[in-house]
């Protein structure tokens, strides 16, 4: 596996090429946001497609510089661009919205469109994704839970969204993260809530680490509105 580094202006860009020829572009980019300067880690496909492709929403740190595990060992394989912003646990929804804006024209001046923006949270800050989800979901195509869930009021407001894919992935031995993913499924089943995918990942704790690449992502494709 090879390795290209470049850090320019403060701009921090790695590019991984594996020897099937599979490249990965790994950026920390600074986007313009009508509410300021915004700082993202972006993974991409290298070089990019043509056309329509998904964005998921993660969380992240302004200075982080690897991407999140989750997205496996080749993410530039998976055909999508995942963003990792800490706006999604640390900042209003709002500012998160204007997230996706600066990175959609981003994403446009690089010749490419956005097929739809997806979020997802685990742990900790799943209650800000979904509190985000209910107030973004006309922006959304789904909210992906690894593991976690969000108040009865985000959840209600949820409801208003019937396009929304929701999707809960958690381990069978992560007891009280997994009652409180089935209580939030239970919740929108009972306000007519359709498109759930509930799955439990056998002898999984909270750390799913073996769901990490296609696993994932194979999930995430089910809430893809091609």
Known sequence: MKHFLLTLLGVFA?????NA???THVERHILQTDKGPET??????SPLPTGQIPVLIAPGDRNDTKPMFF??????????IMVQTERLYRGSSEQLDSVMTATEAYLNDLGLEVEG?????????SGAATRHAANLGARLQSLSLIPGYGTASAVQNLCSFEHLQVNFITGSRDIGWLRGAE????????????????????????????????????ILDRGRQR
Do not use: Y
């Open 14 to 18: 790695l590019t991984t090429s594996t």
């Open 40 to 45: 993202i880690l972006m993974t991409r496909p």
């Open 21 to 23: 020829g599979v490249e």
């Open 183 to 218: 209580r939030m499924r239970d919740q929108l089943h009972s306000c007519g809530a359709s498109k759930i995918a509930f799955k439990v990942i056998a002898g999984g704790g909270h750390v799913l680490e073996e769901i990490s690449g296609k696993p994932l992502f194979d």
């Open 71 to 80: 997205w496996g060992e080749e993410p530039g394989n998976l055909g999508w």
């Open 117 to 125: 923006f997806h979020i997802i949270g685990w742990s900790a800050n």
